[in-house]
């Protein structure tokens, strides 16, 4: 019984310890701030196990707190942001994702579908265009195939579901669009996880990011539970990690290190604003050397 008591205690620590930064070197250090872990206070000493648990749970609800505060301030700032300002750098930021070559040899895709009330960027345009290259058969060299989210609980349970038109979409309880389950014919509609394909390539929203690869989701925790069981699958059948792609208004880019995490926030490795595209992980500049 203490034995499984000790595991649970080591395995809360180790979630508050922050994964290392993507960021790679940068010629001038005035464009990317650099990240220092900080010590865990209270830690560096401590045997006793009470000890370790009281103050890692001090330092989880210190987490929590600050993402908190973070998530509200970005909010009030997305708000108050002019219509016109945002249309610009929506128009921007999708102008510059449909023209990287990243995206066009992109075959298979998860995208979200914007929700206007919670001042996304907006997809609209993107989505258009991969389903425009697909095909029924997939018989053409650019068909595209297109994933797209279905929440399915409160517990971080989400699916990413084929759709081939926007006409297969419904709005939930929420009044946000997603993929009915079953298509016009009543068939299941082809869930990510079970494809015999990998996908190349993720669009993802979130409130607040950096340059270093961070990202803030809404307290859901619904894409970070996703994109690590998706990335475990990807493992286990040796393909090619996905690109992870997050989109984002100007003004949710925040200094590097700011945005507090646990090991269960996955960095993305790509960030779009409508400034340009920064890659940020190595797989992505490798990427990005190829044009794949």
């Not at 942001?81 to 945002?86: E, K, N």
């Not at 998860?110 to 009330?117: D, V």
Request: proline share 7%; aromatic share 6%; hydrophobic share 40%.
């Amino acid at each position: 019984m203490w034995r499984s008591g000790l595991r649970q205690r080591v395995k809360e620590l180790l979630m508050i310890l922050p994964p290392p930064s993507f960021l790679p070197p940068s010629p001038s250090p005035t464009h990317h701030l650099a990240f220092t872990k900080k010590p865990l206070l209270g830690l560096a000493n401590a045997s006793p196990c009470s000890a370790v648990t009281m103050s890692t749970t001090t330092n989880l609800d210190e987490i929590f707190k600050q993402k908190r505060a973070l998530r509200s301030k970005v909010r009030k700032s997305l708000k108050a942001i002019d219509p016109s300002l945002r249309s610009q750098e929506d128009d921007a930021i999708q102008s510059l994702v449909s023209e990287a070559a990243w995206f066009k040899s992109s075959q298979r895709l998860c995208a979200y579908i914007t929700c206007y009330a919670l001042r996304e960027v907006d997809t609209s345009k993107l989505l258009s265009q991969i389903l425009q290259n697909t095909t029924k058969d997939g018989s053409a060299q650019n068909a595209k195939k297109l994933y797209v989210p279905r929440v399915e609980d409160k517990n971080s349970h989400m699916r990413m579901l084929n759709i081939s038109s926007m006409d297969d979409l419904i709005a939930n309880s929420m009044d946000i669009l997603e993929p009915a389950p079953v298509d016009q014919h009543g068939n299941a509609r082809e869930d990510v996880m079970l494809a015999n394909d990998p996908v190349d390539l993720f669009l993802l929203p979130g409130l607040a990011f950096d340059k270093s690869g961070r990202r803030l989701g809404r307290g859901g925790g619904y894409y970070d539970t996703f994109l690590r069981k998706y990335q475990d699958l990807a493992r286990e059948r040796n393909w090619r990690q996905p690109l992870l792609v997050a989109l984002s208004y100007s003004l949710q880019i925040i200094d590097d290190g700011a945005i507090p995490v646990t090991l269960n926030d996955v960095p993305v490795d790509v960030l779009v604003s409508p400034a340009g595209v920064i890659p940020i992980s190595q797989a992505a500049l490798n990427r990005f050397d190829f044009g794949l």
